[in-house]
T-cell receptor
Framework: DSGVTQTPKHLITATGQRVTLRCSPRSGDLSVYWYQQSLDQGLQFLIQ???????AKGNILERFSAQQFPDLHSELNLSSLELGDSALYFC????????????FGPGTRLTVT | AQRVTQPEKLLSVFKGAPVELKCNYS??????LFWYVQYSRQRLQLLLRHISRESIKGFTADLNKGETSFHLKKPFAQEEDSAMYYC??????????FGPGTRLSVLP
C-alpha cells in the first residue's frame, strides 16, 4: 500500500453534471499529481500542486479544475461532463516538487452516461 | 514537443526467454527517464529510473541518447513479470509524460 488514498472508488454520473474527486497524499508528501487514464489516450498528466500552489499543468481541460488544501489533500473538480470524460483518474504524491518518485493511488473510475 | 513512444501494445514471451520492452522519446534537453509497472489489480509503481542505473527484479534499462531510447530488458522472463509497463519522461517542472504502455505477457 503506497499510502495514497482516493475517494470514491467508482462514480457514475450523467452528462452535464459536475463531480469532485478526492485525493489524500502519503504522509509527508507535499506534491499531488492528477492523471487521466483512458483507453484511447493512455495516461495523461493533468496538473500538479506543491504545498498548496499549482506547480505544473498538463492536458487539463478548462472544464476541469483542482486545488490543494492546507492539510495537503487535493480535489479534482470535473464539470459539464461529457461521455469522453469517462476514464480512470489517478492521483499520485511525492515528497518534493519533482515527480521523481511518485506514489500512485488506486484511482477513481468515472463513468459518464 | 516532448513525447514518449512504446511501439508494442502487447508483447508475449515464454518463461525463461529474454525480453525487451522498447521506449523512444523526443526531448530537447537532458532527459530524465523512468519505467513504471502496473501488476494486475495493483497500483502503478516505479520500477526503475535511469539516473540510478540500478537493476530491479532483474530488469535494466540503458539510456541511449544517440538513438533517443530507453529500452527495458531482462535476460530471463518470469511469469510474475506479466504486467503493464509504462515508460515516462520528466519534463522538469512542466509535466510528466507517459508512453502508451506495453502489456507484457510471460507464457509458461
Amino acid at each position: 500500500d503506497s499510502g495514497v488514498t482516493q475517494t470514491p472508488k467508482h462514480l457514475i454520473t450523467a452528462t452535464g453534471q459536475r463531480v469532485t474527486l478526492r485525493c489524500s497524499p502519503r504522509s509527508g508528501d507535499l506534491s499531488v499529481y492528477w492523471y487521466q487514464q483512458s483507453l484511447d489516450q493512455g495516461l495523461q498528466f493533468l496538473i500538479q500542486y506543491y504545498n498548496g500552489e499549482e506547480r505544473a499543468k498538463g492536458n487539463i481541460l478548462e472544464r476541469f479544475s483542482a486545488q490543494q488544501f492546507p492539510d495537503l489533500h487535493s480535489e479534482l473538480n470535473l464539470s459539464s461532463l461529457e461521455l469522453g470524460d469517462s476514464a480512470l483518474y489517478f492521483c499520485a504524491s511525492s515528497v518534493g516538487q519533482d515527480p521523481y518518485e511518485q506514489y500512485f493511488g488506486p484511482g477513481t473510475r468515472l463513468t459518464v452516461t | 514537443a516532448q513525447r514518449v513512444t512504446q511501439p508494442e501494445k502487447l508483447l508475449s514471451v515464454f518463461k525463461g526467454a529474454p525480453v525487451e520492452l522498447k521506449c523512444n522519446y523526443s526531448y530537447s534537453g537532458s532527459p530524465e527517464l523512468f519505467w513504471y509497472v502496473q501488476y494486475s489489480r495493483q497500483r502503478l509503481q516505479l520500477l526503475l529510473r535511469h539516473i540510478s542505473r540500478e537493476s530491479i527484479k532483474g530488469f535494466t534499462a540503458d539510456l541511449n541518447k544517440g538513438e533517443t531510447s530507453f529500452h527495458l530488458k531482462k535476460p530471463f522472463a518470469q511469469e510474475e513479470d506479466s504486467a503493464m509497463y509504462y515508460c515516462a519522461l520528466n519534463n522538469y517542472g512542466q509535466n510528466f509524460v507517459f508512453g502508451p504502455g506495453t502489456r507484457l505477457s510471460v507464457l509458461p
